[in-house]
Antibody
Framework: QVTLKESGPVLVKPTETLTLTCTVS??????????VSWIRQPPGKALEWLAH???????SYSTSLKSRLTISKDTSKSQVVLTMTDMDPLDTATYYC???????????????????WGTGTTVTVSS | DIQMTQSPSSLSASVGDRVIISCRAS??????LNWYQQKPGKAPNLLIY???SLQSGVPSRFSGSGSGADFTLTISSLQPEDVATYYC?????????FGQGTKLEIK
């Protein structure tokens, strides 16, 4: 059974750095073509993709948050870590990690999608 | 970045109704479009990938269609358990983006 579990602080102060950990089980972070995304959702608002990292260590970041984000993985620990610097009250949200899986189509293309999600961890930014 | 726009933002329908949710990309994304369902207080759940492929375990009343920049999610016969917010998401570029969501309620 594939599971992902987010962990990190519940409360951070403005200007601090947030470090979130996604611990996965049931699949390997070195599995070809697979990856892990981080997504957040402020209270009552829409989902926002933040970053992802693939098995080959390819990384991508949200354009609007790129300067504040760093994603990394420790395959031996089955963990993906996201750091976000200079936290602001507007960063208050539920943060999810999700597995990126893929399907190879008969037309010769790979399709990527987030098929398994963690339950999320709520982070509040307040002094 | 590719912008994703969903319509309507919310809708109310009766049990048994056919429901259609639209998603438009700011430019062509071929069929690199996924749909998720998020029930209140829960994490999102993948419904459809590659615009029209039904994820394993998802009821067959859900279907997706479209290509290029315009896509639809259809629920053929609305059930009470379908109350949720639905999101589209493009994977055409490595910079994934979600639509703003469509909140579906029962009338």
């Amino acid at each position: 059974q594939v599971t992902l579990k987010e962990s990190g602080p519940v409360l951070v102060k403005p200007t601090e750095t947030l470090t979130l950990t996604c611990t996965v089980s049931g699949f390997s972070l070195s599995s070809t073509g697979m990856g892990v995304s981080w997504i957040r959702q402020p209270p009552g608002k829409a989902l926002e993709w933040l970053a992802h990292i693939f098995s080959n260590d390819d990384k991508s970041y949200s354009t609007s948050l790129k300067s504040r984000l760093t994603i990394s993985k420790d395959t031996s620990k089955s963990q993906v870590v996201l750091t976000m610097t200079d936290m602001d009250p507007l960063d208050t949200a539920t943060y999810y990690c999700a597995r990126i899986n893929n399907t190879y189509s008969s037309s010769g293309y790979y399709y990527y999608y987030m098929d398994i999600w963690g339950t999320g961890t709520t982070v509040t930014v307040s002094s | 970045d590719i912008q994703m726009t969903q319509s309507p933002s919310s809708l109310s329908a009766s049990v048994g109704d056919r429901v259609i949710i639209s998603c438009r990309a700011s430019r062509s994304i071929s069929n690199y479009l996924n749909w998720y369902q998020q029930k209140p207080g829960k994490a999102p759940n993948l419904l459809i990938y590659a615009a029209s492929s039904l994820q394993s375990g998802v009821p067959s009343r859900f279907s997706g269609s479209g290509s290029g920049a315009d896509f639809t999610l259809t629920i053929s016969s609305l059930q009470p358990e379908d109350v949720a917010t639905y999101y589209c998401q493009q994977s055409y570029t490595v910079l994934y983006t979600f639509g703003q969501g469509t909140k579906l309620e029962i009338k």
